[in-house]
């Protein structure tokens, strides 16, 4: 079942705000660049292809009170400043370095009066590769899975992290739709619940059958229950294919590992960062530590409590029995992404 996710038309950028899913759907317009630099932030947009996706057209909207005659050397110097802002809005999924380092390229060729086409054009492009994307890693991880397949999936990897179909959750999505049988496990993705929140009410738009789970059960669940594989996506691939996804991933592979599960990484190239050899040089982002020990503003602790909220963290190549990107099923455990797959 279709909804919107994002659409830029007319210079006008509208995005689907997460923060009160499952509760509300509102498609919220971003006016300006401190909304766009705000959505990002607070996770009204999130998942890393559509971070990438959200920063290509909000440098767009960071240059939408120029006027179209604006000379190209001042475009380019505020563009700049744009791309400069959006860049520190979230460090780990390096997607959103990658659009704005496309953006920034469009920026330093501009040359005539139409700046606003070229750049338009280019944020389009962007994401109109990222659901082209998808669809194939859908056909590639389909592969991997068989009719009646319980699954455990970790954070929100669907529709609503890339805008397209997904990654990890868009292949058991068609999976499902294409073989049945599925069935889903989704962990609730503590401190921000973005499996609660998001990836159910994903499941339940596309009629996958799907069981909540807390982060703390799926151990348990694979001893008791029996799971037969592990779908997450990922926010930074290092070359050597260590992956940085949302935080308890590590956990989930390494309980994964010790039940016999295989554990897949679902992400397409734009995930991929060659420059960096392992998952040691991944930056992680840490967040509010109130989202730990005040969930949704209800305190849960005493108030002086020290507290560490890494949004994510670092699964070692050698946990992970395949990546999956549109370029195909790389099977490890030893990878080597020193330069993009699509440059092979
Ligand atoms: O903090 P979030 O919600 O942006 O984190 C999202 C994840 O960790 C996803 O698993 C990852 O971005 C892959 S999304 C296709």
């Not at 400069?84 to 501009?110: D, I, K, Q, Y």
């Not at 054009?121 to 998808?134: H, K, N």
């Not at 992970?320 to 993009?340: C, L």
Request: aromatic residues 6%; negative net charge; contains cysteine.
């Amino acid at each position: 079942m279709a909804y919107r996710v994002v659409q830029y038309e007319n210079g006008r950028l509208h995005v689907l705000d997460q923060t009160v899913l499952p509760h509300q759907e509102n498609f919220v317009e971003l006016e300006n660049l401190a909304q766009v630099e705000h959505a990002i932030r607070t996770l009204q947009v999130r998942g890393a292809p559509l971070i990438g996706v959200t920063a290509g057209f909000g440098v767009c909207v960071g240059l939408k009170e120029l006027p179209d005659d604006t000379p190209a050397d001042q475009v380019r110097s505020r563009g700049r400043e744009v791309v400069e802002r959006l860049s520190r809005t979230r460090p780990t999924a390096v997607n959103l370095f990658w659009a704005l380092e496309r953006m920034a390229a469009v920026l330093a060729g501009l040359d005539g009066p139409n700046w606003r086409s070229a750049l338009d054009a280019e944020a389009e492009a962007i994401f109109r590769e990222t659901l082209d994307q998808d669809a194939r890693m859908a056909d590639h991880g389909m592969q991997l899975l068989s009719a009646g397949e319980r699954a455990i999936t970790h954070c929100n990897t669907g529709p609503l992290a890339t805008g397209g179909g997904g990654t990890a959750l868009g292949v058991l999505i068609e999976a499902h739709r294409r073989l049945g049988g599925l069935h889903v496990y989704a962990d609730e993705t503590r401190p921000r619940w973005q499996g609660a929140h998001l990836t159910t009410w994903e499941l339940m738009r596309h009629g996958v059958p799907h069981t909540l789970i807390c982060d703390n059960m799926a151990a348990a669940l694979m001893r008791t229950r029996g799971v037969d594989s592990v779908w997450v996506g990922a926010d930074r691939i290092a070359a050597n294919g260590d992956t940085a996804n949302k935080i308890g991933t590590y956990g989930l592979a390494v309980a994964a590992r010790h039940h016999g599960v295989p554990f897949y990484v679902v992400a397409p190239t734009s995930t991929i960062d060659p420059a960096l050899e392992s998952g040691e040089g991944i930056p992680i982002e840490e967040r509010d530590p109130a989202e730990v020990s005040a969930p949704g503003g209800h305190r849960i602790s005493p108030g002086d409590t020290p507290v560490w909220n890494p949004a994510f963290d670092v699964t070692p190549a050698e946990l992970v029995s395949a990546i999956i990107t549109e370029q195909g099923v790389f099977r490890g455990p030893e990878y080597d992404f020193r330069r993009p797959p699509s440059e092979e």
